[in-house]
Nanobody, 119 residues
C-alpha cells in the first residue's frame, strides 16, 4: 500500500509563501494521481489541487489557481504544493492524498500539516 507523509507547514505572515511536500512510499506511488485538500476549523475538508500520474493534467479548487501550484517529481516520489500570496483564510490543516487514476477518488491520506497565516 502507498503511505503518505506531508511536511512544510508552519506559521507565516500574510502575503508570504510556503511550499508543502508530500512524500509517498510503498507500492507504485508514481501510478497514482495525487491531490491536496485542506480543512479549516469548523469547516469541511475542501479540495485544493490535484495532479495526474504523468504530471500532464492539473486541477485546482475555486479561486486558488494563480496563487497555488501543484507539481510532482516521480523520481523522488514527491508531490509539491507551492502556495503564494497567502491569506489568513488559507489557514488550515493541509492533507495530501493518493487518488485513483480513474475517478480521481482519494484512497490514502496523510496525517496533514498545519498552515497558519497571520494577519
Amino acid at each position: 500500500q502507498v503511505q503518505v507523509f506531508e511536511s512544510g507547514g508552519g506559521l507565516v505572515q500574510t502575503g508570504r509563501s510556503l511550499r508543502l511536500s508530500c512524500v509517498a512510499s510503498g507500492r507504485s506511488p508514481s501510478e497514482n494521481n495525487w491531490g491536496w485538500f485542506r480543512e479549516a476549523p469548523g469547516k469541511e475538508r475542501e479540495f485544493v489541487a490535484a495532479i495526474s500520474w504523468s504530471g500532464d493534467s492539473t486541477h485546482y479548487g475555486d479561486s486558488l489557481e494563480g496563487r497555488f501550484a501543484i507539481s510532482r517529481d516521480n523520481a523522488k516520489n514527491t508531490v509539491y504544493l507551492q502556495m503564494n500570496a497567502l491569506k489568513p483564510e488559507d489557514t488550515a490543516v493541509y492533507y495530501c492524498a493518493a487518488l485513483t487514476v480513474e475517478g480521481w477518488a482519494p484512497v490514502r491520506w496523510g496525517r496533514g500539516t498545519q498552515v497558519t497565516v497571520s494577519s
